[in-house]
């Protein structure tokens, strides 16, 4: 049973909030923002203990963006830390999206890697919300590009990865500079010491909100997930429907406009599908569930909300066309496949980096691998069609009266079509359509198979960059062969200095990529690492106005008089 949630309209939230919460097509609020919006909205400091995944970011945007309605004062009032630049720019881009019908409330993403003249312009022009990375948020307060002062707000988004990528020293700098009269909020999956011993320096009297894991029941069913772009979802779901043929099946999106959109996409696809979500009347939506159980609709597509209570026997596979806002929704979605003793079948399909460390975190909480698989090709659609139409061509002529078809074969043979032509004919209509009118082809094929060498090239790089995060470096044999430079900073250990700072202040505000930072050496009085050489200079620049574990340092290329 998925905790008490309650929809977005009873938080007495602002008429421009809710109208732009539903425009993106969410119904109901998830568990953590269940129990996080009135907190904060009253005014009280929160500490979130929630994986990524559960909509937590919506959880302290709302109540923010509700406070500045109220105030419509000037300068940046909240400040949202990020551990990297891709959580940054997801967390402003879902913030733009709530503002949307708030003219004068604007947000800025501010992180490395970015042209610094842009975001000063940016900050220039007057916005009320920044989010970025310590780094970068640091290196604008030097130049006094941002300004703390009128800050009201402070949240910290996956504090434990802040603080393992080595960015205790820049929020307790960060936080120096910001007034002490303040709503503090700190998201964190682990509550470790140092956890702990921020939330005792900078909150006043939190509420503690945790979402805990329930007991799981995922057994007997096979689940596989599809790393695809979101413009071949369509396609994909296709093909594996054609493949499977999972009848019925239940397909779910996470916004009612998705819904209607994938039902409309599927029917003029030729696939008997219908739609469910909240916005429909409880008459149709009594229909649309009587004509599934009977069996009169082959696909059900819904939104969670609206498939809650639905308890329909034989369901072949669910898919999950969205990657669920929380991971309890994906245990609920995929424990509707597999009953009374039969096996299962559950697809997800994923896009992008972000989603991909989501399905990691709903692995995680399952305690269950999900296969990595691959969409089938065009081939392999026409084989399945194949067996299918030979098999229904037995059937029929063992046990159905096929008199008044022969007279129209005869007919049709008098006419100087031969009989094998005819069946040639009805052959490659069922074929290529296989009742349906998508037809799958080579083309779509090379598209997907060019996106699955582009994924595996990105899985390789995010490995690489999960595990220098890990251990500080790579290794010497896993570096590049091109052109390197070795650049000196002028900390090492006698500091403090670990691999991990060195990695996170690069990372995110020089802007490589995971596999260009190669060994790293920290020595008592200084410390060297390579990067490319071409972006030797740039990294140099950057760290020369940059503070590493809250010290300002002196970079340059290394030499050995150093």
Known sequence: MIMHTIPFSEFGLSEPVLQAIDDIGYEEATPIQTRTIPLLISGRDVIGQ????TGKTAA???PAIERLIADKEAGV??????PTRELAIQACNEIRKLTRHIPFIRAAAIYGGQDIDYQIRQLHSG???????????????RRRTLMLNSVKIAILDEADEMLSMGFREDIDEIFSHIPRQRQTVLFSATMSEEILEITNLYMTDPTVIRVMRKELTVEGIDEYYYNIPHSHKIEALSRLMDVYRPEPAMVFCNT????DELVSAMQQRGYVAEGLHGDMKQQARDHVMNTFRSGKVDILIATDVAARGIDVSGIGAVFNYDIPQDYEYYVHRIGRTGRAGKSGLAFTFVTGSHEMAELRGIMKYTGKEISNSSIPTSAQVMECRRKRFALSVCAAVEHEDLTEYIQMVEQLSDEGISPVEIAAALLRSEMTSGGKTAIPSEADDFAFAGHERRRQGDNRRQDERRERRKYGRLRGNERSSHPTSKIYINIGSSAGLLPKHIVG??????GLPGKSIGRIEINERYSTFDVPQ???ESVIEILNRTRIIGRKVTARL???QF
Not at 50 to 53: A, C, D, F, L
Not at 128 to 141: K, N
Not at 256 to 259: P, Y
Not at 505 to 510: C, L, M, Q, R
């Open 558 to 560: 290394y030499t050995e």
């Open 127 to 141: 916005v009320q919300i920044v989010v970025g990375t310590p780094g970068r948020i640091m290196d604008h307060m």
């Open 505 to 510: 202040t690069v990372a995110n505000e020089a």
């Open 50 to 53: 929630s994986q990524t995944g």
């Open 534 to 536: 071409e972006a030797a």
């Open 256 to 259: 009612k406009k998705q819904v």
């Open 60 to 62: 302290f945007a709302i």
């Open 77 to 82: 009032q909240v400040l949202i830390l990020c």
